[in-house]
């Protein structure tokens, strides 16, 4: 069986072989994939695209740039958001995450010698921006419609929490009740389960819309939107007016972030600095823009959330063409920036009981936070509480089963 974790920020794909699971390595040396794309025009009528590391590199050689997309995966619960244009074609969102697929679905192809038609397929138990059941059917129909498209003839889909538990439960010697917590890039996902030799039932799921994401965007607002001119005010025809905010909202996610890259957006934030106060933030906040400089952007912030996960501050650092931004940011302070979305994930896991869990598993990046990992020592105690394969658990367990 063949098992694919599609990503907010990163994907991974697994095969079940005879004595494990066989991982796909990809161009970069890593088992994980980056969700992210990238076209450019070329000469020819169609935009030429690349995916994963690739589009990394080749987004980084570029002098001209093209288009980035990441995250795309926090658009499918949207019912607003159908397609966009790029470089002169419209795409839909399924069009866009299909072409994604395909690529790990070659390369899965050429490494497991195999042909690969036939998948089970992880999903958040609560999609980005989902407020119903119908919004997450609504999503899962259109990530369905993205696997047709990129050459599958059947998925299954597999809650993804329930397949970090089946990686987790392959190692155990007796049954243990277990709580399973998947942090993605957008969404934070929990199962209670009993596990082991036994076999598998299934005691609740929740999950939150939140993430490493949202975490991400408390550091831009803090850090980034104020150098930028959050904040600041306009004066068009003698008449005072705040800096539209939409446009920091977008800033903050990175899933919204290419779409500030529109003519029309690109024209208005063109006349924004003559207008203003704070004319030289407006400056760097255009330059950010046109110069396609959120892939940077984005680094900046992952390495300031890691390096605070191993210390007390860090030091922010973006400085690329003519945007220099620098602070110092202390753990305490970011903790108390994401104190809302830390209550949001705590209330998830207190609404699933836990009385009697043995043993908890934290899986995704987002997990390393030191303050999501106490809202679990809090509850249950250090000692019991385990993590590991943080970026390959959920494509490991899909394949042994789910």
Avoid at 132 to 142: F, G, K, L, S
Avoid at 183 to 205: A, I, K, Q, W, Y
Wanted: aromatic letters at 8%.
């Amino acid at each position: 069986m063949v098992g694919l974790d599609f990503g907010t920020t990163n994907s991974s794909i697994a095969v079940a072989v005879e004595g494990g699971v066989k991982m796909a390595r990809f161009a970069d040396g890593s088992e994980s994939y980056r969700s992210i794309l990238y076209a450019e025009a070329p000469k020819a009528a169609r935009a030429r695209w690349w995916t994963g590391p690739e589009a990394i590199t080749q987004y980084l050689d570029a002098d001209a740039k093209g288009r980035l997309i990441q995250s795309l995966k926090s658009f499918l619960a949207s019912r607003s958001l159908r397609s966009t244009e790029v470089l002169g074609r419209h795409y839909t969102i399924e069009e866009l995450i299909a072409i994604l697929l395909r690529d790990l679905r070659t390369e899965a192809e050429r490494q497991f010698g195999c042909e690969v038609r036939e998948a089970r397929v992880g999903r958040p138990v609560r999609f980005v921006g989902a407020e119903t059941e119908a919004d997450d059917a609504y999503a899962v129909d259109r990530l369905r419609q993205a696997f047709t498209l990129a050459g599958f003839a059947h998925v299954e889909f597999e809650m993804e929490p329930v397949a970090a538990a089946a990686f987790y439960a392959a190692r155990l010697q007796k049954d243990e009740v277990l709580l399973v917590g998947d942090f993605g890039g957008g969404t934070s996902d929990f199962s209670l389960l009993r596990v082991g030799p036994g076999g598998r039932e299934l005691l609740g799921n929740d999950g939150v819309g939140l993430a490493g994401d949202t975490f991400d965007a408390r550091l831009i607002r803090h850090l980034v939107s104020p150098e930028l001119g959050l904040g600041s005010s306009l004066d068009p025809a003698g008449k005072r007016l705040p800096v539209p905010v939409w446009l920091y909202s977008h800033l903050e996610r990175w899933h919204y972030l290419s779409f500030l890259r529109t003519k029309e957006t690109l024209h208005l934030l063109k006349t924004l600095p003559a207008q203003s106060d704070a004319p030289e933030k407006l400056q760097a906040l255009y330059d950010l823009v046109n110069e396609d400089l959120g892939y940077r952007l984005h680094q900046a912030v992952q390495r300031t959330k890691r390096e605070l996960s191993g210390a007390e501050t860090a030091a922010f650092r973006f400085s690329e063409g003519s945007v220099d931004i620098g602070a110092t940011v202390r753990r305490a302070d970011f903790e108390e920036w994401i104190a809302g979305d830390l209550a949001a994930i705590a209330a998830c896991v207190d609404r699933l009981g836990g009385r009697g869990v043995d043993r908890v598993f934290l899986t995704g990046g987002t997990s390393f936070v030191p303050a999501v990992r106490r809202i679990f020592e809090e509850r249950f105690g250090a000692g019991r509480i385990e993590s590991g394969n943080e970026f390959t658990s959920i494509a490991h367990g899909l394949a042994l089963g789910g």
